[in-house]
């Protein structure tokens, strides 16, 4: 004959069982957020068509309304891994690769021309929010997510940091 607590036992083994078979389950459901698929289209990070637009002249305009590059300037080919947590993005390939005149071993500023200058990220085909590139010798007050040159001298070449 069972007693009450070989019953209590077998049952909580089975809830343990059962929670673990739902997690196994659901995790392995879980996408890479920069995976590309039908569901979960993919990631990137596109300038606006029109280059001499500066962030702070269309900075509340509405996301839809603004042209994009055909091309993306990062897309998730480009990354290895995203952290959530930092905003660090790994790319497969060095930094240089993408923004111009960047070396890993001097302090560089990037183009003139890129000061201000915004992006719009894209994921799952919908426009998330719009960032703009920020020099080190910027005055202005960051009020939106910024590529700074100078913090991203602070991360390994393969890494760039969100702010």
């Not at 069982?17 to 659901?26: A, E, H, Q, R």
């Not at 390939?93 to 183009?111: G, H, R, V």
Request: charge should be negative; charged fraction near 20%; aromatic fraction near 14%.
């Amino acid at each position: 004959m069972h007693n009450n607590k070989d019953i209590s036992n077998n049952i909580t083994l089975l809830a343990i069982i059962f929670i673990s078979i739902i997690l196994t389950i659901s995790c392995s459901i879980c996408k890479n957020p920069t995976e590309s698929n039908e569901e979960n289209q993919s990631f990137a990070i596109y300038f606006l068509n029109d280059p001499n637009i500066k962030y702070y002249d269309i900075a509340e305009s509405d996301l839809a309304e603004l042209t994009l590059e055909s091309t993306p300037w990062i897309s998730d080919e480009d990354i290895e891994y995203y952290d959530w947590s930092s905003h660090c993005i790994y790319l497969k390939k060095d930094k240089s690769y993408f923004l111009p005149e960047w070396q890993k071993d001097s302090i560089k500023t990037f183009p003139p021309e890129w000061g201000n200058k915004p992006f719009v990220v894209v994921a799952g085909g919908k426009r998330c929010y719009m960032g703009y590139f920020e020099h080190a010798y910027s005055s202005y007050l960051s009020i939106a997510p910024v590529i700074s040159d100078l913090c991203n001298h602070g991360y390994p070449s393969d890494i760039l940091f969100i702010d």
